[in-house]
């Protein structure tokens, strides 16, 4: 039996832990207050991450749908409009990317050394959480950070368009993939989208 799915899914989740305390933290919002769904959101990011990079060859899209499911995290769960979960993820995904690409040249020296050996991969993910979460830290612990005001963001009808939204992409993507055989990767995504879907008419039931 290897071990290498075991040792991507958990080196995975936590740079994805940090990346997103990191996210939430600029704009002073704090992981530990969504913490389980949010382990939730991350491990469903990375067990499609693993068949889109290992099984599909398709690691392109990665990005993109992590992306997607940040933005319906911090919608949803988070409760921010969806305009500004959108800013929140751009925001948080740069400012992660200038921190791991300085890690990566400071550390390794170039990205051949990442591509060439996995325990260095798994080191640079394991000092990104390192100091993605030291930093989200201590941006809460000292208030600093952007504090906008979502709220002004907020759209007409806003949680009818996200369920519809997600309806819609569900059925869609679910369709798409059955056409192209990726019956894994469908079912991973059509799950992350219905307990997004739960949560959708949860939080809406809360408020009424």
Same mark, same amino acid.
């Given at each position: 039996?290897?071990?290498? #799915?075991?040792?991507?899914?958990?080196? %995975?989740?936590?740079?994805?832990?940090?990346?997103?305390?990191?996210?939430? %933290?600029?704009?002073?919002?704090?992981?530990?207050?969504?913490?389980? #769904?949010?382990?939730?959101?991350?491990? *469903?990011?990375?067990?499609? %991450?693993?068949?889109?990079?290992?099984?599909?060859? !398709? &690691?392109?899209?990665? #990005? *993109?749908?992590?992306?997607?499911?940040?933005?319906?995290?911090?919608?949803?769960?988070?409760?921010? #409009?969806?305009?500004?979960?959108?800013? =929140?993820?751009?925001?948080?995904?740069?400012?992660?990317?200038?921190?791991?690409? %300085?890690?990566?040249?400071?550390?390794?020296? &170039?990205?051949?050394?990442?591509?060439? &050996?996995?325990?260095?991969?798994?080191?640079?993910?394991?000092?990104?959480?390192?100091?993605?979460? !030291?930093?989200?830290?201590?941006?809460?612990?000292?208030?600093?950070?952007? &504090?906008?005001?979502?709220?002004?963001?907020?759209?007409? /009808?806003?949680?009818?368009?996200? *369920?519809?939204?997600?309806?819609?992409?569900?059925?869609?993507?679910?369709?798409?993939?059955?056409?192209?055989?990726?019956?894994?990767?469908? =079912?991973?995504?059509?799950?992350?989208?219905?307990?997004?879907?739960?949560?959708?008419?949860?939080?809406? /039931?809360?408020?009424?």
């Amino acid at each position: 039996m290897s071990w290498e #799915p075991v040792r991507f899914m958990f080196f %995975s989740t936590l740079e994805g832990v940090g990346l997103l305390a990191l996210m939430l %933290s600029v704009f002073r919002l704090k992981i530990t207050q969504f913490i389980w #769904p949010a382990l939730f959101t991350i491990l *469903v990011m990375n067990l499609q %991450s693993y068949i889109l990079r290992n099984e599909l060859s !398709l &690691s392109y899209l990665v #990005p *993109v749908i992590n992306i997607f499911l940040f933005v319906l995290f911090i919608t949803i769960i988070v409760r921010e #409009p969806v305009l500004g979960a959108g800013i =929140i993820t751009i925001t948080g995904y740069l400012l992660f990317s200038i921190l791991q690409a %300085s890690l990566l040249l400071l550390v390794f020296g &170039s990205i051949r050394n990442i591509e060439d &050996s996995a325990a260095n991969g798994y080191a640079l993910q394991s000092l990104s959480f390192l100091v993605d979460t !030291l930093l989200a830290w201590f941006l809460y612990r000292h208030g600093l950070g952007f &504090s906008f005001d979502f709220e002004k963001l907020r759209l007409k /009808k806003e949680s009818l368009v996200v *369920v519809l939204f997600i309806l819609v992409t569900t059925m869609t993507f679910a369709v798409l993939m059955y056409q192209e055989n990726i019956s894994k990767l469908s =079912i991973f995504f059509v799950v992350s989208l219905l307990y997004f879907l739960y949560y959708s008419f949860k939080k809406e /039931k809360e408020d009424d």
